[in-house]
């Protein structure tokens, strides 16, 4: 199993099950990394998706190469409704000197989808996420009086192309 429970309160991402990811830097936003992660929760409530968990959550992160752990509270968003609910997102911000570092991390638990009508729903469904994570960081940056066409909003990585 890709996520299970390794502490009572803390759950294990390997990074072999990643599947897409994204990261952005928000110049002279150290400080922020609440305003970011309420603003992703309250856009990803707005949207309606049922039975989606919200939860602030405290993430271990199991590298594949190295030894060296990562361990981090994330914003932790499971949908667990069929045909996504193998999908979990992980949302973090971390101040790096003045500037705040934004990232967005999505893990596949099992064989990802290949039914048309279920890859359909499941990209839907990444899509949605995706803008409610780029609406809070446009939120932000308007707080902060930058140009949000200057966030790389669009560039995510991984074996799952999101838009």
């Not at 991390?105 to 995706?130: C, D, K, M, P």
């Amino acid at each position: 199993m890709a996520l299970f429970q390794s502490h009572p309160d803390r759950l294990t991402l390997f990074e072999q099950n990643l599947v897409n990811s994204w990261s952005g830097t928000l110049p002279e936003g150290a400080g922020k990394g609440d305003k970011f992660l309420e603003g992703v929760e309250r856009e990803l409530t707005a949207l309606g998706i049922p039975n989606l968990d919200i939860k602030r959550q405290e993430v271990e992160t199991i590298p594949t190469q190295s030894k060296t752990h990562g361990l981090r509270v994330c914003l932790f968003v499971h949908a667990s409704d069929e045909p996504i609910n193998n999908y979990s997102f992980y949302f973090t911000a971390q101040d790096f000197g003045k500037h705040l570092v934004l990232s967005r991390l999505l893990a596949n638990t099992r064989q990802i989808a290949r039914n048309t009508f279920e890859v359909e729903v499941r990209e839907a469904y990444f899509s949605l996420v995706h803008a409610a994570m780029l609406n809070a960081v446009k939120q932000l940056t308007t707080e902060l009086n930058q140009d949000f066409s200057k966030i790389n909003a669009k560039k995510s990585e991984g074996i799952i192309d999101i838009a």
